[in-house]
């Protein structure tokens, strides 16, 4: 669990957890290195946008885009998997592939080392506890930091690659997603490939696809899916941690002040709410009622479950996800589903989508045979913040009224002869 070592609010920070502007939101979260690098091998600066790298990323897949065609790489490599040798020698360029292969090494070598040293990061803010701005607003955007559904991310994503990206706030991580998905649909005939396969014309379906072209589509879809769920989860981790710290603040504020003493007809409520923007509004609600500030605690609570989860799947703060090895097999089998479709029946874009399932679902497996006896389908639902108020006994009524409004998991009314400290 975050914020173990929570300092004061006067304490400047020298590592900072994430960060909003108006291109959208960031953060420096800790990522299994492999998994990095293996979406660097897969196709170069996919590695550095999955750490949150955006600029190296963009700069390297444009290269990739580049050079790649320029040596005709992925048509020598479908003919070599083909088992047609000689034809893949003779249309590969020799010398743009020499320029190749020094930046694709380096993207999978600075993905990894990028990865290790982002986590080191992420431990030294912990420990200082760094702050994170909630909300930036320009003239251009507003961007929040709130809670979203990570699968509605994905199936956005699935739907059209940049869409999820752009449901989660990464504005320009999006918009620069929608661009080049476009613009490789375009020259690998894609709209036209996927028609005639719709209506069952495999044999025109195949023979208009552009090989070169049509072979960057896999990994961009495959990536796009993955990517869009995972920064959705990491954007909920990071709206987590920043009100974690401004509850705890803002008690460390109260604690300073003079607490009152329990006065004649009062009652105290317990409640407890899930991380949202309902907790802050709820408090403000109570404060509008008359209700004095320092009679309202509110505070994180300290999770103690441990358990690995498939749908919910970041596993805390640690950038370990079930889904993983799922996306990883997923993308390796929709490369091979597309390349063989380019003989087989049923063509390049049935069988990668059949490849990209297949695949998703066989590493999954995997996945769960490592954690079987830890792993869950959802996860529970948490009582994540401990909300106490102490009020005249007349204002009961309105107080439920105003827990049921903002959407609190449930509340207790302590029984008189029960005064707890916190």
């Not at 070599?80 to 694709?104: D, H, P, R, T």
């Not at 749908?311 to 950038?319: A, K, M, N, P, T």
Request: with cysteine; glycine share 6%; hydrophobic share 50%.
């Amino acid at each position: 669990m975050p914020h173990q070592k929570f300092q004061s609010a006067r304490i400047r920070p020298r590592y900072a957890k994430g960060a909003l502007s108006t291109f959208g939101a960031n953060s420096v979260y800790p990522r299994i290195p492999w998994v990095a690098a293996w979406w660097s091998f897969t196709f170069p600066g996919f590695g550095h946008i999955f750490l949150g790298r955006y600029l190296p990323g963009f700069i390297l897949i444009i290269w990739e885009l580049v050079v790649n065609t320029q040596a005709n790489l992925n048509m020598g490599i479908a003919l070599s998997m083909l088992g047609k040798f000689e034809e893949a020698k003779a249309v590969i360029n020799e010398e743009w592939v020499l320029l190749y292969m020094g930046a694709y090494i380096f993207s999978i070598w600075d993905s990894y080392r990028s990865a290790v040293e982002i986590s080191k990061s992420h431990i030294l803010s912990e420990v200082e506890d760094a702050p994170v701005g909630p909300s930036v607003v320009s003239a251009f955007d507003i961007i929040i930091v709130d809670k979203r559904k990570p699968w509605l991310a994905a199936v956005w994503s699935a739907i059209s690659p940049g869409l999820g990206q752009l449901y989660s706030g990464h504005t320009i991580t999006g918009t620069f997603i929608l661009a080049w998905w476009i613009f490789v649909t375009y020259k690998a005939n894609m709209i036209g490939t996927w028609f005639y396969s719709s209506i069952g014309d495999f044999t025109i379906a195949t023979a208009m696809a552009d090989w070169q072209w049509f072979l960057f589509i896999p990994s961009m879809y495959a990536f796009a899916i993955y990517h869009a769920y995972v920064t959705v989860n990491e954007i909920n981790i990071l709206y987590d941690i920043e009100q974690t710290r401004y509850l705890r603040v803002r008690d460390e504020n109260l604690a300073q002040e003079k607490q009152n003493a329990l006065e004649k007809d009062t009652l105290q409520i317990i409640a407890t709410f899930e991380h949202s923007p309902f907790v802050e509004m709820a408090i403000h609600d109570f404060e509008t009622i008359g209700i004095p500030t320092e009679n309202i605690v509110a505070l994180p609570l300290e999770n103690l479950e441990s358990d690995t989860y498939i749908i919910d799947s970041l596993h805390r703060v640690d950038g370990r996800s079930v889904l993983d090895g799922a996306m990883v097999s997923g993308a390796i089998f929709m490369v091979l589903g597309t390349i063989y479709g380019f003989v087989w029946e049923w063509g390049p874009v049935i069988w990668g989508l059949l490849g990209l399932l297949g695949g998703f679902f066989l590493g999954l497996i995997i996945e769960l045979a490592f954690h079987k006896n830890k792993t869950k389908l959802f996860a529970s639902r948490k009582n994540e913040v401990y909300m106490q108020v102490t009020c005249n006994s007349s204002m009961k009524e309105h107080m439920i009224k105003i827990l049921k409004a903002r959407k609190a998991n449930g509340y207790l009314i302590l029984p008189q002869r029960i005064t707890p400290d916190v």
